[in-house]
Structures are given as C-alpha cells and as structure tokens.
C-alpha cells in the first residue's frame, strides 16, 4: 500500500537552514509535492519536483529526491519566522484509477525561534 | 494563483444535525475536486472524489450515507454531514482540480471548515 512518513517536529533559529525529510513507497510516483499549512488554513503548494530529477531550487527552497531510497527532502534557506508551519510532503498513488489522488505524510511542524 | 473558497469557515452544531459545507473554484472550472478530513496534529485524509456530473468515489472506509457528497456544476461542490456526532468534528479540506488532465500542480485547496459537534 501507499505510505508517505515524516518526522514530526523541527526546531531551528531564524536564519538558519531548516531541512525537512520525507519517505514514501511508491516507487511509480511521477510527481512528489512539498506543501505548507498555517494554522488554522488550507494547504499551499510549495514546490514540487518530477521523479526524474535530482533536485530543483526555488528561491530559498531546494527539493532533493533519492529516487533509489524514496527519500525526499525540502531545505528551506535563511529560514524566517514567517516559516513556521506545517510543511507535508505528498506523492500521487494511482493504484487502480486512472485519476489518482495525493497521500499525505503526518506533517512536520517547522518552529523558527528568534 | 487560482482560489477555491469554503463555506462556513466554522461551524457549531447539535448531535444528529446535519451540516453543509461548500466548496467553490473561484476562477476556474473544476472537473474533479476532493474532499479531506484532518484530524488535530495529523495528515489530511481523503474521504471522497468528486467528478462534476457524476456520483462521488468514496475512500475505504467512509460512510457514502454518512457523508454526501454533490458536484453539481463545475464551480461548485458540497459535502453533507448527516446527521452529526462529536466523533464527526474535525477540519474539512476541499480541492479543486483545474483542467483535464491529472496534473496536481494544478490542485488547489480551500481554507478549510472547522466542524464542531456538541
């Protein structure tokens, strides 16, 4: 079955590099997404990269992908406090529909002290 | 960025009430929009797949009498919870999925509803 997991909790000073890790299982997932959910709202689509590439940078974000380990990572630069969130990663699980959906891993909670 | 709104953002109500929570894609029209659940501290689950025009497909373990599910056009998509109990309180997410094809770039999600069942 499909699973997506993360850890739950990062703690980082303002300025600093914040990397956030993700696994997932299937290996046929053509798209992984990094998203983010301030309290109390909906969810942003960060970033999201194509499984056949390494890395992608936006801005202060980089997203690499082991494709051989299923292991995803976001790394956010110069991390402000305005990034406290909760960030999650999602891959697209078909399984037998041709629409797919997107699984979630738990979150990581991203808390930037000053 | 394409919006998709949510209404009520919160809402109270009586154990065996039912409730109603829209979702509307703002400025674009969505084929496919998805509803989640989200319970405090944890990951969004997916409850159901609308498609516009055609009857839901519910995810394993949802209740399709429990939770109605109607898109009846391409801007607009409602979740029904019937008949209410405080195990049904959570937050309610909802995407909408502009164009045709299954690119989930182009998901966008609501704000959520806050549901909460005394």
């Known amino acids: 079955g499909e699973d997506v997991e993360q850890s739950l909790f990062l703690s980082v000073r303002e300025g600093d590099s914040s990397v956030i890790n993700c696994t997932y299982t299937d290996s046929s997932s053509t798209y992984l997404y990094w998203y983010k959910q301030e309290p109390g709202a909906g969810l942003q689509l960060l970033t999201y990269?194509?499984?056949?590439?390494d890395m992608k940078q936006d801005q202060r974000l980089t997203v690499l992908l082991n494709k051989k380990d299923k292991h995803l990572s976001l790394r956010i630069a110069d991390t402000q406090t305005g990034d406290s969130a909760i960030y999650f990663c999602?891959?697209?699980?078909?399984?037998?529909?041709?629409?797919?959906?997107?699984?979630f891993g738990q979150g990581t909670t991203l808390q930037v002290k000053p | 960025g394409a919006v998709v709104s949510q209404h009520p953002s919160w809402v109270i109500c009586k154990s065996g009430t039912s409730v109603k929570i829209e979702c509307r894609s703002l400025d674009f029209q969505a084929t496919t929009m998805f509803w989640y659940r989200q319970f405090p501290k944890q990951s969004l689950m997916l409850m159901a797949t609308?498609?516009?025009?055609?009857?839901?497909?519910?995810e394993q373990g949802v209740e399709k009498d429990k939770f109605l599910i109607n898109h009846a056009s391409l801007t607009l998509s409602t979740l029904t919870v019937t008949s209410a109990h405080p195990e049904d309180s959570s937050f309610y997410i909802c995407?909408?999925?502009?164009?045709?094809?299954?690119?989930?770039?182009?998901?966008?999600f609501g704000p959520g509803t806050r549901l909460l069942v005394l």
């Open positions: 990269i194509f499984s056949n590439m």
């Open positions: 609308s498609n516009e025009g055609s009857k839901a497909t519910y």
């Open positions: 995407s909408a999925r502009q164009g045709g094809t299954p690119r989930f770039e182009t998901q966008y």
């Open positions: 999602a891959e697209i699980f078909h399984g037998s529909s041709n629409t797919g959906k997107l699984i």
